[in-house]
C-alpha cells in the first residue's frame, strides 16, 4: 500500500514520523517510497528486524509490477548496531533527493538526523513520479510478521 502524491521538482525532502507496536522479533516499520508510474518500478527506504529481535537493519528495498508494487524484486539492507530496537518509540525517517542521490536519515527526536545510508537515484528507477509512505506485507517470505504501524505524519516539501 502507498499514499502517494506527485513528487515536486528539483530537489526535494521528505519527513515522517512513524512507530510501531507490534512484537520485536519480526519487524518491519512503515517506509517511504519513490514510485516511477512510467515503468511501474518502486523503491522503499525504511527499517525492518534483523531476525534477532535486539537490533534493526536499514533496508533499500526494489518492487515492480502493477503500479510498481506487486512484485518484490531485492534489497539491500544495511544493519546498524547503535540504537535499539523500535520498541514503540516514534523513529522520523527522512528522504532526501540532492540532484543526484537519495538520502535517507533517521532520528529518534526530529531534530537531530543521522545519515543511515545515500544510494544513486538512477539505481532501479528512472522517473521520480510519486513519493509517499508505503507498507509492503510481505507474505511471500515472512507469513507470520505482525502488522502494528502507525504513521503519525508526513510531509515533502521543495529544498
Not at 37 to 49: D, I, K, L, S, Y
Not at 63 to 87: K, M, W
Request: proline share 4%; glycine share 10%.
Amino acid at each position: 500500500m502507498m499514499a502517494e502524491v506527485d513528487l515536486p521538482t528539483g530537489n526535494w525532502q521528505a519527513t515522517m514520523l512513524s512507530t510501531y507496536s507490534g512484537p520485536l522479533s519480526t519487524y518491519n516499520l512503515p517506509a517511504m517510497g519513490v514510485r516511477d508510474a512510467v515503468t511501474n518500478r518502486t523503491v522503499m527506504f525504511g527499517v525492518g528486524g534483523a531476525g534477532s529481535g535486539l537490533s534493526y537493519r536499514f533496508d533499500y528495498q526494489m518492487f515492480s509490477g502493477g503500479i510498481g508494487l506487486n512484485t518484490y524484486s531485492n534489497d539491500d539492507s544495511f544493519t546498524e548496531i547503535g540504537l535499539p530496537a523500535p520498541s514503540a518509540a516514534p523513529l522520523w525517517s527522512r528522504l532526501t533527493f540532492d540532484g543526484t542521490n537519495f538520502v535517507w536519515s533517521f532520528s529518534r527526536d526530529g531534530q537531530f538526523f543521522v545519515t543511515a545510508y545515500t544510494v544513486s537515484a538512477t539505481s532501479y528507477i528512472t522517473n521520480r513520479s510519486k513519493i509517499g509512505p508505503v507498507l509492503t506485507f510481505q507474505q511471500t517470505q515472512r507469513a507470520t510478521w505482525a502488522a502494528a504501524f502507525h504513521i503519525l505524519s508526513w510531509n515533502v516539501q521543495s529544498i
